[in-house]
């Protein structure tokens, strides 16, 4: 489970300004995207590696990252993280919140969807700390 810990770690991550931010791929180069930020943090001795031009991918001894990952910090969920809009109605942010509603097309949202439809990660960071 993701625990407060964690869950403030991730948050300070994605505000501190250390990461750049990527849309398609965990990381690029040395920009990633927010669910890229949250791998980093847990990956432990896990590397880094790169696959494809600029793109990289993780890896242990139990799969590809962030599948294992997801599995063990969001259980019942999948590598990119559901939430359900009328979860996301109730953030504190409200016009974000309404951004992000009119942006779904049915009736949950993605980080990543997120992530890659250009939400900053100061505001995905809210989504978190509001909806996680």
């Given at each position: 489970m993701l625990t407060k810990t964690l869950k403030n770690k991730w948050i300070k991550a994605l505000t501190g300004g250390k990461y750049k931010q990527t849309k398609g791929s965990l990381r690029r180069g040395n920009s990633y995207c927010c669910l890229g930020v949250f791998c980093d943090i847990v990956?432990?001795?896990s590397k880094w590696n790169r696959f494809?031009?600029?793109?990289?991918?993780l890896m242990d001894q139990e799969g590809?990252?962030?599948?294992?990952i997801t599995?063990?910090?969001?259980?019942n969920n999948s590598n990119t993280v559901f939430l359900k809009k009328?979860?996301?109605?109730?953030m504190k942010n409200k016009a974000l919140s309404k951004r992000i509603v009119r942006y779904c097309s049915s009736d949950t949202v993605t980080l990543a969807g997120?992530?890659?439809?250009?939400?900053?990660f100061k505001e995905i960071a809210e989504v978190?700390?509001?909806c996680l």
């Open positions: 990956k432990g001795k494809i031009g600029t793109s990289y991918s590809i990252l962030p599948a294992t599995s063990k910090y969001f259980p009328e979860t996301i109605s109730k997120l992530n890659d439809r250009g939400f900053t978190i700390k509001d």
